[in-house]
């Protein structure tokens, strides 16, 4: 007999923030841009960025029962271009169960006679069976403009904790071009915020580009202006493409790019020590005060 679907959200997913209002765009008197949410105090041409239409909830995880003849089969689904880590205790025999699902695909979990409702379960994106290889990553940007690393490993600000222990914020103008580090899958996106702040409101709150690299690693790219994103979930980039331009978007004290490489460690994602190369192809451990300079070809 054909199963049912019976579809249910237990929770977690992506949540999209739903916001009203516009973004001025100009040159100040040095040819510099300015993105603002004022606009500019002199006469001159401007453009707008609009964000009025609200994005919709997309949960990339789902668990669901499937109604047999005379039980129900509880599945997992996932729709990320990437394989995600589940974990939960098992209502049948209350053993703890992890389960890698591949990207784009779904797996059954267990049978039981009765429907499974109120799971308590915990994702993380990535295989923690994947091994880091010592790939040495280019520039996130492709601007020759020198760029100062104003935070990088262990930074006392707020590279405190696992997953950004061993991330970078570069300082750079807002608008400037975010490139791609290594080849890889777009994975995750997320450009629908314009604020930014210190209170721990907007710490869930970063525009992020996440991209999977073939040794199971992440590249991460936060603060993002918003509507900026210049690839989509599933897309395939190499070294040197255009991602999106630089902002302050969520926790943020100024326009910066928070990078990091991310790896699941067991249903947990931390951020890996790294070391980037130069436009001349010496490679470096990035040190706060650091100039790095981009290059325009891979």
């Not at 995880?61 to 990320?80: A, G, R, W």
């Not at 992890?98 to 990535?126: C, H, M, Q």
């Not at 690693?217 to 980039?237: Q, R, W």
């Amino acid at each position: 007999m054909k199963g049912l679907w019976l579809l249910f959200l237990l929770h977690i997913g992506l949540n999209t923030v739903c916001q009203a209002g516009q973004v001025f765009k100009y040159k100040d008197a040095d040819g510099h841009w300015i993105f603002s949410d004022k606009p500019p105090e002199k006469e001159q041409d401007f453009s707008t960025l609009q964000f009025t239409s609200p994005k919709k909830t997309t949960y990339k995880v789902q668990l669901f029962n499937v109604k047999n003849k005379d039980s129900f089969t509880l599945y997992v689904k996932n729709d990320f271009y990437a394989p995600v880590e589940v974990g939960f205790t098992s209502p049948v025999n209350q053993t703890l169960i992890s389960k890698v699902i591949p990207a784009r695909s779904r797996i059954e979990l267990f049978e039981s006679k009765t429907k499974i409702l109120n799971l308590d379960y915990r994702w993380a994106l990535g295989d923690p069976n994947s091994v880091a290889d010592n790939y040495q990553y280019r520039a996130p940007f492709n601007s020759p403009k020198g760029h100062r690393i104003t935070q990088a490993f262990n930074g006392q600000f707020s590279h405190n904790n696992a997953y950004n222990k061993y991330a970078v914020d570069i300082a750079m103008d807002v608008g400037t071009y975010l490139t791609a580090v290594r080849a890889g899958t777009v994975v995750w996106v997320k450009d629908d915020y314009h604020m930014s702040g210190r209170t721990n409101y907007f710490l869930d709150k970063a525009n992020v580009i996440k991209i999977l690299h073939h040794d199971g690693t992440f590249s991460s790219y936060a603060h993002i202006l918003m509507d900026t994103a210049m690839v989509k979930e599933g897309d395939n980039v190499v070294v040197g493409d255009k991602l999106a331009r630089s902002g302050s978007s969520g926790f943020s004290t100024g326009p910066h790019l928070h990078f990091a490489v991310i790896k699941n460690s067991g249903l947990k994602n931390i951020a890996i020590p790294f070391k980037f190369v130069d436009h001349e192809g010496t490679s470096f451990t990035p040190k706060r005060a650091m100039i790095m300079v981009g290059a325009s070809k891979p």
